[in-house]
């Protein structure tokens, strides 16, 4: 399962809203797995699809809808996140801490 928690660090608080799209790479392209947005507490709690096969993923967010939306002119239109899944019974978590000048992410658990 893969799934994401966007918290804006500018505001100190889950960021609501954000579109979130999910990709894997098959070849030289990317293939659509799934798309969400966060919910009140900044989470998507899985996309659709059970466990992901190994491979590279990307998962893209659209920040800058976000922070319009907010009236905050944001650095960064999208942040798109690779990652690589080893083993399908694993629980791929990857956060998002966000500003609208800077970022950082991490394997969470």
Do not use: C, N
């Amino acid at each position: 399962m893969i799934t994401t928690h966007v918290l804006d660090t500018s505001i100190g608080r889950p960021a609501a809203g954000v579109a979130v799209t999910l990709e894997r790479r098959d070849g030289a392209a990317w293939t659509s797995v799934g798309a969400a947005s966060t919910d009140a507490d900044g989470r998507v709690p899985a996309f659709g699809g059970g466990a992901p096969r190994p491979g590279h993923y990307r998962l893209t967010f659209a920040v800058a809808a976000y922070f319009k939306a907010r009236g905050v002119t944001s650095f960064y239109p999208e942040v798109a996140v690779v990652f690589d899944v080893q083993a399908e019974s694993q629980h791929y978590h990857v956060p998002l801490l966000l500003s609208p000048f800077g970022y950082s992410t991490y394997r969470g658990s």
